[in-house]
Every structure is written in C-alpha cells, then in structure tokens.
T-cell receptor, first 115, second 111 residues
Framework: GAVVSQHPSWVICKSGTSVKIECRSL??????MFWYRQFPKQSLMLMAT?????????EQGVEKDKFLINHASLTLSTLTVTSAHPEDSSFYIC???????????FGPGTRLLVL | RKEVEQDPGPFNVPEGATVAFNCTYS??????FFWYRQDCRKEPKLLMS???SGNEDGRFTAQLNRASQYISLLIRDSKLSDSATYLC????????????FGKGTHLIIQP
C-alpha cells in the first residue's frame, strides 16, 4: 500500500519555540494532505486541509497563524507549530489522499511535548 | 450532537468469540464510510471501507444502514492480535475532504 512518512516521530521542546513537522508521500503524489491532532483518549480531529500550491483550509477553531502549513510539492507538506505552549502537546498525524480520492493513508504521527 | 458516535468500551472478549460494534453518524449527506484500526500510540490504519451492500474481508464484515445512519463491524473468530481501538470514520462529501473520526471502540481479546 501507499506509504506516508512523518518526521520527526517525537519532539520535546521548551515553551515558546517553534516546531516543524514534515509529512511525505513516498511512493505516490498527493495533491491533498490533511493534518490531524489527537489528544489522549480523544478522537482524531481534523486541523486543516493542505492543497499543493495553494493556501491551506483550516477547521473552525484552529488558528492559522499558530499552525502554519506549507504544501510546496506533491510529496511534501509541513506543519509548523509556532510559539508552542504546553497545551499544544499532542499527537499530530498527517495523511495523504490517493489520486482517486478514495481513501487517506496516514503517517506514523509525531508526538509533541511542550514543557 | 457528536458527528460520529461509538461506544468506547472496552469490550473484553475471549479469543475465538464473535464480537460486533456499531457507530452512528449525524450527517445524512455523508458519502463514504470506513473502519480504521488504531493500536496504542500508533497512527490509524484502514481496516476496510463500508459499502451500502455490506462487505466482507476475511473474518471482518461491515454493514451500512443509510436510513438509520448506522454502521457496524463484525469480527468472527477473534484473535489476540485483534486487540486494538476500532475507529468509525465518515467522509461527509465527495472530493478532498477530511475524515470525521469517532472516538473509537476499545477491544481487548483475552486468551
């Protein structure tokens, strides 16, 4: 099946720093990628939809200036958590949609812990 | 009202048993339905899509009832390796839409 990688797999940082997470589709091109967040014992929540070559679409309640998304190529989308705070600590997962739009393939996730 | 609702469990089931769980969704315009499996501290992995006519994949059977906005997953001859959280997932529209996840049903298969 399709492979999506995510880096780093975990990050521990101090409050106020910015953290960049990369999501790559390794064996297919993805015009659309998605960023999700999952807090402990909660469901995955969609944060934003990332479209190659255009601005991301953010879900209600997600600050676009806080979570910067760049989808510069058909195989790479990045999420930057700016000025991270402890409440941003979470499991961030990206996914890439197959070209037929049938399903999404998920990256392994990035665990962010902000101290 | 939550968009996708599931019983969180946990369901404790002996190995070899048959177990079924359900989910309901609120958006009647939803077009695509899936069951994902998520192991502890891992990303979700697609288990199977759910089709209107119902579909089977080995020991797993999924069914969709659009009128009742209800989706089910049946696991036969359960294995220890089936222990996981099963996420009911709905795609509200066509094209590139994010998925809406239920909170998941936690299944524990006991030896």
């Amino acid at each position: 099946g399709a492979v999506v990688s995510q880096h780093p797999s975990w990050v521990i940082c101090k409050s106020g720093t910015s953290v960049k997470i990369e999501c790559r589709s390794l064996d297919f091109q993805a015009t659309t990628m998605f960023w999700y967040r999952q807090f402990p014992k909660q469901s995955l929540m969609l944060m934003a939809t990332s479209n190659e070559g255009s601005k991301a679409t953010y879900e209600q309640g997600v600050e676009k200036d806080k979570f910067l998304i760049n989808h510069a190529s058909l195989t790479l989308s990045t999420l930057t958590v700016t000025s991270a705070h402890p409440e941003d600590s979470s499991f961030y997962i990206c996914s890439a949609e197959d070209r037929l739009g049938r399903t999404q393939y998920f990256g392994p996730g990035t665990r962010l812990l902000v101290l | 009202r939550k968009e996708v609702e599931q019983d969180p469990g946990p369901f404790n089931v002996p190995e070899g048993a048959t177990v079924a769980f359900n989910c309901t969704y609120s958006n009647s315009a939803s077009q695509s339905f899936f069951w994902y499996r998520q192991d502890c501290r891992k990303e979700p992995k697609l288990l199977m899509s759910v089709y209107s006519s119902g579909n089977e994949d080995g020991r797993f059977t999924a069914q969709l009832n659009r009128a009742s906005q209800y989706i089910s997953l049946l696991i036969r001859d359960s294995k220890l390796s089936d222990s996981a959280t099963y996420l009911c997932v709905v795609n509200a529209g066509g094209g590139a839409d994010g998925l809406t996840f239920g909170k998941g049903t936690h299944l524990i298969i006991q030896p």
